[in-house]
């Protein structure tokens, strides 16, 4: 075997060195994590932002060839999960599929989503359906990554083929594992939301923004995934960047939330601003009434909080036991009930809750709830309800894009 032939299969064409084949992979797995999250999440899934139609066709061309995903199956699949979340028919939910199932066998369970064809008609709507997309990007899917193999092996030699490994790997590990799994197992939450979602890191930067994922499922169809001053979302500061290129279109981000001084009555702008952040609105009441409740309790009885109440249960209090086992559920609804006062903010939160929670189209009869709400909540005597309510109805919205 001649030298050169040797020098082909070890190095291809280009003959990079170390440092230049991981700047290659660290550039085509990032552009393969923007593709995934600007194009088929925020903007194909959610409509949270418009490309213009060359940046639109690039990432559609990028996913084809990099992960041999399908538009429309991606998108029927996440819009089943926000539409199925925690449920036995979500399709990757730990809490029903086990956090080893779904990190471990993400692509798998992605596999047997897909096959639900009736899902894929359901929430599949308004996806590409053009001459490229039916002759070859959907017919011909598992053709790219054989492309891209083709193309790493002659530029890069055999290391083009481990590039081209770790890039089938990427997708698989990173989104269908660490965001579907660990996205609703670990991590902290800003919102108490009607599932499990976490945030993983407030810097989202290593997969595309995906990091934020609690923030996420409590707005869904926002482009901008950040929403505290201290956290960053790479793909907003791209997203951001293309607008300024006239190359997106931001269409929705999540709405900024102001509280007025002085309203003495719950109005039409506190009705909407609660609307827009019910989970705020509860992840306020737990922080700002239950917990300085609970450590009210605990001072009362002369012991620390954890002794008075096991984390894991005071945890549950969050969202009333939803994700607790039968018999630690009926510990805690034990607990409660022998604490009159806990029982009675719990019952306010509840009825709180359904209010925002309801599907009635009658404005005006749901703003007399919430103003026969605020009225009972101030006159309980407890001043913690009472300082709540009169924050609550300084609710407003503000409509900031930073």
């Known amino acids: 075997?001649?030298?050169?032939?040797?020098?082909?299969?070890?190095?291809?064409?280009?003959?990079?060195?170390?440092?230049?084949?991981?700047?290659?992979?660290?550039?085509?797995?990032?552009?393969?994590?923007?593709?995934?999250?600007?194009?088929?999440?925020?903007?194909?899934?959610?409509?949270?932002?418009?490309?213009?139609?060359?940046?639109?066709?690039?990432?559609?061309?990028?996913?084809?060839?990099?992960?041999?995903?399908?538009?429309?199956?991606?998108?029927?699949?996440?819009r089943k999960h926000h539409a199925k979340c925690e449920t036995e028919e979500d399709p990757h939910s730990p809490m029903h599929k086990g956090i080893g199932n779904v990190f471990w066998r993400g692509?798998?369970?992605?596999?047997?989503?897909?096959?639900?064809?009736?899902d894929m008609d359901q929430y599949g709507k308004g996806t590409p359906d053009d001459w490229i997309e039916r002759r070859l990007y959907t017919p011909l899917a598992t053709m790219g990554p054989v492309v891209l193999l083709v193309i790493q092996f002659t530029l890069f030699g055999f290391a083009g083929v481990a590039i081209w490994a770790i890039q089938m790997a990427w997708i698989p590990f990173w989104a269908a594992g660490v965001v579907n799994g660990l996205g609703?197992?670990?991590?902290?939450?800003?919102?108490?939301?009607?599932?499990?979602?976490?945030?993983?890191?407030?810097?989202?930067?290593?997969?595309?923004?995906?990091?934020?994922?609690?923030?996420?499922?409590?707005?869904?169809?926002?482009?901008?995934?950040?929403?505290?001053?201290?956290?960053?979302?790479?793909?907003?500061?791209?997203?951001?960047?293309?607008?300024?290129?006239?190359?997106?279109?931001?269409?929705?981000?999540?709405?900024?939330?102001?509280?007025?001084?002085?309203?003495?009555?719950?109005?039409?702008?506190?009705?909407?601003?609660?609307?827009?952040?019910?989970?705020?609105?509860?992840t306020d009441y737990h922080r700002k009434v239950l917990k300085p409740a609970l450590h009210e309790e605990a001072r009362m009885a002369g012991e620390k909080l954890r002794a008075l109440l096991p984390r894991k249960l005071r945890k549950g209090l969050v969202d009333d036991g939803r994700w607790l086992k039968p018999e630690a559920r009926e510990q805690l609804d034990r607990w409660v009930a022998e604490r009159p006062q806990i029982h009675?903010?719990?019952?306010?939160?509840?009825?709180?809750?359904?209010?925002?929670?309801?599907?009635?189209?009658?404005?005006?009869?749901?703003l007399a709830q919430l103003q026969a709400w605020c009225r009972e909540a101030e006159a309980s005597g407890n001043r913690l309800l009472q300082d709540y309510a009169q924050r609550l109805k300084g609710y407003s919205l503000q409509n900031a894009r930073t």
């Open 184 to 282: 609703h197992w670990w991590g902290y939450r800003n919102f108490e939301t009607n599932d499990t979602a976490t945030n993983l890191t407030p810097w989202a930067v290593w997969i595309g923004g995906e990091e934020l994922h609690n923030n996420h499922h409590a707005f869904p169809s926002s482009a901008r995934f950040a929403l505290r001053r201290w956290e960053f979302d790479i793909g907003w500061v791209v997203i951001r960047g293309l607008e300024k290129l006239r190359l997106a279109k931001v269409l929705r981000v999540a709405p900024s939330l102001d509280v007025r001084p002085n309203i003495h009555v719950p109005d039409t702008d506190t009705m909407r601003a609660l609307l827009a952040h019910r989970f705020q609105a509860m």
């Open 1 to 78: 075997m001649s030298a050169s032939l040797l020098d082909f299969l070890a190095g291809g064409l280009l003959q990079f060195g170390f440092w230049q084949l991981l700047l290659v992979l660290l550039v085509a797995t990032q552009l393969t994590i923007f593709s995934v999250t600007l194009y088929l999440h925020r903007s194909q899934a959610h409509r949270g932002v418009d490309f213009h139609p060359l940046i639109a066709h690039f990432f559609r061309f990028w996913t084809w060839l990099t992960t041999s995903m399908i538009t429309r199956e991606w998108v029927a699949i996440h």
């Open 344 to 366: 009675t903010l719990i019952e306010y939160r509840a009825r709180l809750r359904a209010l925002l929670e309801a599907r009635s189209h009658d404005a005006s009869e749901r």
């Open 107 to 118: 692509v798998e369970l992605y596999r047997e989503a897909r096959r639900q064809r009736a």
